[in-house]
């Protein structure tokens, strides 16, 4: 069965460095998304992207945050000037159609800020 | 209006038991529920799905009950097995939106 492919799935990163993580949706998949787990907390919806532009994004998601689909199949999630308060679980999932339709997610990154 | 509540936090269940977590929520523009099923270290996996013109969908031991008038759903286990423990997640979204609302998330131990 495809998957969602993500890497590093750890990462560990002083504060105030970039930081990007990588991912490899499903191949006939046409949304993608970025979702954040903090430790024990609920996963928290960031982006959406549809043809290479951002369709939907949280409050969290702001201008430390960007996303790029540099070609046919990887999707990346760029941290800016990381902090403290940026270490999660970061989920990529992808969805072939808009809205009703299951999500399908990777196995995440485990980012740490020191 | 767009979350999604969750409980209990964790349930411990006997082998063979019944599992039961429930989800409510506010927004009625909701249209489709989604359970996820995250084992430690793995992302969240589609477990079962439901829109609201069905009260009940059964695939194997799993049952989503949803109840459009009180705006909650719930997720059955049955025949809980010591392979079910892990954390369960409600979501829910909108036709036409793109993100997924999820629940605080339960953590389901099954006991052999």
């Known amino acids: 069965e495809p998957e969602v492919t993500q890497t590093p799935s750890h990462q560990v990163t002083q504060m105030g460095q970039e930081v990007i993580l990588r991912c490899v949706p499903i191949s006939n998949h046409l949304y993608f998304y970025w979702y954040r787990q903090i430790l024990g907390q609920k996963v928290e919806f960031l982006v959406s992207?549809?043809?290479?532009?951002?369709?939907?994004k949280s409050e969290i998601f702001d201008d430390q945050f960007s996303v790029e689909r540099p070609d046919g199949s990887n999707f990346t999630l760029k941290i800016r000037s990381t902090k403290l308060e940026d270490s999660a679980m970061y989920f990529c999932?992808?969805?072939?159609?808009?809205?009703?339709?299951?999500?399908?997610f990777g196995d995440g990154t485990r980012l740490s800020i020191l | 209006q767009q979350q999604v509540k969750q409980s209990p936090q964790s349930l411990i269940v006997q082998k063979g038991g019944i599992s039961i977590i429930n989800c409510a929520y506010e927004n009625t523009a909701f249209d489709y529920f989604p359970w996820y099923q995250q084992f430690p270290g793995k992302g969240p996996a589609l477990l079962i799905a439901?829109?609201?013109?069905?009260s009940e969908k059964k695939e194997g031991r799993f049952t989503i009950s949803f109840n459009k008038s009180a705006k909650q759903f719930s997720l059955h286990i049955m025949d809980s097995q010591p392979g079910d423990s892990a954390t369960y997640f409600c979501a829910a979204s909108k036709t036409g939106a793109q993100k997924l609302v999820f629940g605080q998330g339960t953590r389901l131990t099954i006991n052999p």
């Open positions: 999932a992808s969805g072939r159609e808009l809205g009703s339709q299951p999500q399908h």
């Open positions: 439901i829109r609201p013109d069905v």
């Open positions: 992207f549809y043809n290479n532009e951002i369709s939907e």
